[in-house]
């Protein structure tokens, strides 16, 4: 077993002392020179389960270098065990499981081809487990239990001597406080090969099964030149530390929480690095392990490329070609010539197909650079995920050693410089003679002509739908379009365009606007209309004006205050003729955006004669013409006008609404009008003119 004892009882005399020391010498060089030759230890943690009955199951995992000469893996391991507090000491032995000696993995970096586990020369390890279940003699709350791995590996570079000592583990146990704890036990192998000036985090995946919280600590490596001999702290090397423990760029850090190990190293060397584990729960320390670890840094490394690592050249829009730099070598001749080691997703899960892939600078067969060519240009921005696969060569990328990369090994890159915009809609209205409907749009910012194939204009009657294509149009400054086809006095119609660009990508359909609809009723005085019109959507918050326009070549006019509502009561001119009314809202009193609805159009037939009393002709243009309602609807007929002496002053034999007062001065006359209808319907009656 490790740690052997040799005890001597009675009295001896001089020659036998004398004998028994030559003995006892030969023995012990005999011993240490096996141990010398047995130098295997490559690293070794232990922990523990705290059973009911002062019953403690202890494990000790031993990490033996399989190419270590003279490599001796003993079939027991004794555990100390002391308690400061209750006067206690003891040991116990625990036996080798069987069905130890399994390789194990070195880390993310093993090397080329068989280990000299397996008959072939690159590093190996083997994994021994030592456990058993033994009564401790009473609960307490500081057992100290300990165990010495003979001896350590001889190829370690930062310790001195480090061959001749032994690996000393201990753990610290309160089975007085905690009686059911279990320590962390650790997933990962505490041997680990990396590579020269390579980031390395190495995780040991500690788990806690009593969810405990957890804090890391480096502490020095100890070990014994045997048996009798003191557990002491190994020397250094150099200027090494326990906190420094190799040489890396910028030192080694154990993160909290956590534990991982993160250093650089800068030369090649064999180091030793040792955790101390401590539990704590509520706060209050309750146990620790030890994990002494072998860290092999080597020149070159077995590093499986990761499409994670890799770098993507910056894509463009219409790229049909992707740069892709591995962050490790590939072997070229492993790489399909078709392409088949990859697959590549774009937005919306959409398949783009991969068509070769080449192999660009190799150099005795290793590259870290290929180009991957697509079937078609990528045209659309977001985010998209190349991965590797199995090829039609049956294998996915080879690295140095061989080794295959992973499937699904995916690379995630963006693509943002492809045109993105939307089309933006400005305005739809009945044009001014109510035969057609005029829409306009925007060219979307940042498109040019040389990316531009046309705009589709759609229809609809619906604001959700369905659309139908109206038209297209092929030139980018086409932004206005004139539906002859629509018939602007029946229905509001909803428009909504796109662009379609020579990548392919057509923006989505801009957001659809109504026009607007105007319906007029009758009232039952036919002195008066409602007006009744559909919201427009072009713009936000639209102020509506009815707008009149009549058959004697007068100009438009506004009728009444602008309003927000979507009705209006419209009282009608008194005028006989032909009107015309609609509505209109402009873009917060832009000219240039005005949307109108479809004309209403009506007459004003008024039948009824009315005569004024009086009239004002002084040229003030309000009342300066003596104006018979109605009489154009009667010609040929008279007028005569009489002082208030009965003097005729004014007569014409067909009127035309049109006598000014001839300079008459202010005053009373009296006037006689024979109306030219059915009846020879006569007025008459008294007039004042009134200049001032």
């Not at 943690?45 to 199951?57: A, D, F, R, S, V």
């Not at 036996?95 to 000299?116: F, I, N, Q, R, W």
């Not at 001839?662 to 030219?676: F, H, I, P, R």
Request: aromatic letters at 10%; charged letters at 15%.
């Amino acid at each position: 077993m490790y740690i052997c004892k040799l005890l001597f009882k009675g009295k001896f005399s001089l020659k036998k002392n004398l004998y028994l020391y030559i003995l006892i010498t030969a023995f012990q060089l005999l011993l240490f020179s096996h141990q010398a030759r047995a130098s295997h230890a490559a690293a070794a943690e232990i922990n523990y389960t705290c059973l009911p009955g002062n019953q403690i199951k202890v494990t000790v995992n031993l990490f033996s270098d399989c190419a270590a000469t003279g490599q001796q893996v003993y079939t027991t391991l004794d555990i100390q065990y002391n308690s400061t507090s209750c006067s206690q000491s003891g040991a116990y032995t625990i036996p080798l499981l069987s069905g130890g000696g399994v390789e194990v993995a070195t880390g993310d970096y093993p090397d080329c081809g068989p280990t000299s586990c397996n008959g072939g020369s690159a590093y190996g390890i083997r994994k021994y487990v030592y456990e058993g279940t033994f009564t401790l003699p009473q609960a307490c709350s500081d057992w100290i239990l300990s165990c010495e791995l003979i001896n350590r590996n001889n190829i370690i570079t930062t310790i001195n001597s480090a061959n001749l000592y032994s690996i000393y583990l201990e753990a610290v146990v309160d089975n007085l406080n905690y009686p059911n704890n279990a320590s962390p036990f650790f997933n990962n192998s505490p041997v680990a090969l990396t590579c020269l000036n390579q980031l390395v985090s190495y995780d040991g995946q500690a788990t806690d099964p009593d969810l405990d919280s957890l804090v890391y600590t480096l502490i020095a490596p100890r070990g014994s030149l045997g048996p009798g001999n003191p557990v002491v702290a190994l020397s250094y090397t150099g200027t090494y530390s326990p906190t420094n423990p190799l040489s890396t760029v910028s030192g080694t850090t154990v993160g909290n929480p956590g534990g991982v190990l993160s250093f650089s190293p800068d030369q090649l060397q064999v180091a030793v690095i040792v955790i101390r584990i401590d539990e704590y729960r509520n706060g209050i320390l309750i146990g620790s392990v030890m994990r002494d670890m072998q860290i092999n840094v080597q020149a070159l490394c077995n590093i499986i490329p990761s499409m994670q690592q890799a770098i993507m050249t910056a894509v463009n829009c219409k790229d049909s070609i992707l740069d892709l730099h591995l962050d490790k070598v590939i072997q070229c001749s492993s790489l399909s010539a078709d392409g088949s080691e990859f697959r590549l997703l774009g937005p919306n899960n959409t398949p783009l197909p991969v068509i070769a892939a080449t192999a660009v600078g190799c150099v005795g067969n290793f590259t870290d650079h290929i180009q991957i060519s697509l079937n078609s240009p990528l045209v659309q921005n977001g985010n998209y995920a190349l991965w590797t696969k199995n090829g039609n060569d049956l294998n996915v990328l080879l690295n140095r050693c061989g080794n295959d990369m992973l499937e699904n090994d995916t690379l995630f890159f963006s693509l943002n410089n492809c045109f993105s915009g939307t089309m933006d809609l400005l305005n739809v209205s009945v044009n001014n003679i109510n035969t057609a409907m005029e829409i306009t749009w925007q060219i979307p910012p940042g498109l040019t002509g040389s990316d531009f194939v046309n705009y589709k204009l759609y229809r609809s009657d619906l604001p959700n739908g369905p659309y139908t294509l109206l038209t297209t149009l092929n030139n980018l400054t086409d932004t206005f379009y004139t539906d002859v086809s629509a018939s602007v006095e029946t229905q509001p119609y909803n428009y909504s365009v796109s662009a379609t660009l020579n990548t392919g990508y057509v923006t989505p359909r801009s957001d659809s606007i109504q026009s607007i609809f105007l319906q007029c009723v009758e009232n039952a005085d036919s002195l008066t209309m409602d007006l009744n019109w559909t919201n427009y959507q072009g713009w936000n918050n639209p102020v509506y004006e009815v707008e009149q326009i009549d058959s004697f070549g007068n100009s438009a006019v506004i009728i009444g205050s602008a309003t927000t509502s979507l009705s209006s009561h419209y009282v009608k001119p008194t005028k006989n003729g032909l009107y015309h009314v609609r509505v209109r809202t402009s873009n917060q009193g832009n000219p240039e955006l005005i949307s109108r609805s479809n004309w209403c159009e009506f007459r004003v037939l008024n039948t009824e004669v009315v005569v004024p009393n009086v009239f004002t002709p002084n040229d003030d243009k309000r009342n300066d013409i003596f104006v018979v309602q109605n009489l154009e609807q009667y010609p040929n007929s008279s007028l005569i006008i009489y002082d208030r002496w009965g003097k005729e002053v004014y007569k014409n034999n067909n009127y035309l609404n049109d006598w000014k007062g001839n300079n008459l001065e202010d005053g009373t006359y009296y006037y006689v009008l024979k109306v030219n209808d059915a009846n020879k319907t006569q007025f008459h009656g008294t007039l004042s003119i009134f200049r001032k």
